[in-house]
């Protein structure tokens, strides 16, 4: 198989130990194009140098919203701009909103930087790869607002919601939540909305899928997303195994975000 993982943070810390056994193990096993996600200015600088050594790896430059404030630091708008200059920089992410956590930046904050992010996408016509958690209605209005191509990641909204973002020419990413237990609203979304607007991911070292819960992620358990997902489309009457909604999965990343795939 030929998979496209589509957000993954192999920048992360969790990686320090082992790195290049790990990305050399993905590739093993049928892992031929990663995004690589920063979430913050740092995280943005060390993502573009994995991209520059490893030729499978692409990259997407944003601040978080859990680090929105990081943004007024000095020179860090700079440091995003050269991020986003790199050849293998091809989203602006991950950007949005959390309201999950009260230390977060306050709701006021996380909009404006959010807005400042979605017009610098613009700007440098660029797709982005969008965080939203417990957000749904703010992300809405502000994504109707500016039209973005991209992606809403670790999609956790209702199909309505999914239907909405589909409307406005977007995927909605899915990933290991799809597995977990009692995960009933992803996996609704994931067994009804059309596969031309699915990409899948894995949000490497976080979400990881079951039966490998408490472990560390990686792209190589992206399957398992896949074959749940098959599976919940197949008891709808959608029949389609795991390899071709890897297969169109794959092709469908290589449109949004202008990779090329391999022969």
Known sequence: MKIFDTHAHYEDEAFDPD???VLQHIQQNGIKRVVNVGSSV???????????????IYGAAGVHPEHAEELCAPDAYHKLTECLKNSKVVALGEIGLDYHYEDNAPRDVQIAFFETQLQLANQYQLPVIIHDREAHADTMDLLKKYKPKGVVHC???????????????????????????NAKTPVAVAASIPLESMVLETDAPYMTPVPFRGKRCDSSMIIYTAEKIANARSEQGNIITAEELLRITRQNASNLFGVPLED
């Open 19 to 21: 790195r290049e056994e």
């Open 155 to 181: 999609f956790s909204g209702s199909v309505e919601m999914a239907k909405e973002v589909i409307k406005l020419g977007m995927y909605v990413g899915l990933g290991g939540a799809v597995t977990f237990k």
């Open 42 to 56: 740092d995280t943005s600088v060390r993502t573009v140098e994995l991209t520059e050594k490893y030729d499978f």
